[in-house]
Nanobody, 128 residues
Framework: QVQLVESGGGLVQPGGSLRLSCAGSGFSLEYYSIGWFRQAPGKEREGIGCISSRASTIWLADSMKGRFTISRDDDENAAYLQMNSLKPEDTANYYC?????????????????????WGQGTQVTVSS
């Protein structure tokens, strides 16, 4: 069964850091591009970024640059979202998604419809 499993969420104080993981189960992520999204209560889902196969290209929303980074380790069959300098407004449920393409959907990396598989999400709460 093809699954994406996120982990690493939790409660963190403002200014803190978290690293979210997205593990592939039942399939290899090697030839998939991985996107990251988040959705806060009462808000629309927001695209964070995308990392292509072999990390040859990384897309990251302008609002996330400088604080968030995306990486992957195909030996571990996983992708990662490193989040630093977290703010209360980063509180959301974070999702990873996979698209069966070695390339991210380009400028449409934040279009959820372009992804084939989704994880169940992991909650991140930034609060003192």
């Amino acid at each position: 069964q093809v699954q994406l499993v996120e982990s690493g969420g939790g409660l963190v104080q403002p200014g803190g850091s978290l690293r979210l993981s997205c593990a592939g189960s039942g399939f290899s992520l090697e030839y998939y591009s991985i996107g990251w999204f988040r959705q806060a209560p009462g808000k629309e889902r927001e695209g964070i970024g995308c990392i292509s196969s072999r990390a040859s290209t990384i897309w990251l929303a302008d609002s996330m640059k400088g604080r968030f980074t995306i990486s992957r380790d195909d030996d571990e069959n996983a992708a990662y979202l490193q989040m630093n300098s977290l703010k209360p407004e980063d509180t959301a449920n974070y999702y990873c998604a996979a698209v069966a393409s070695v390339a991210c959907p380009g400028i449409y990396y934040s279009d959820a419809e372009r992804y084939d598989y989704w994880g169940q999400g992991t909650q991140v709460t930034v609060s003192s």
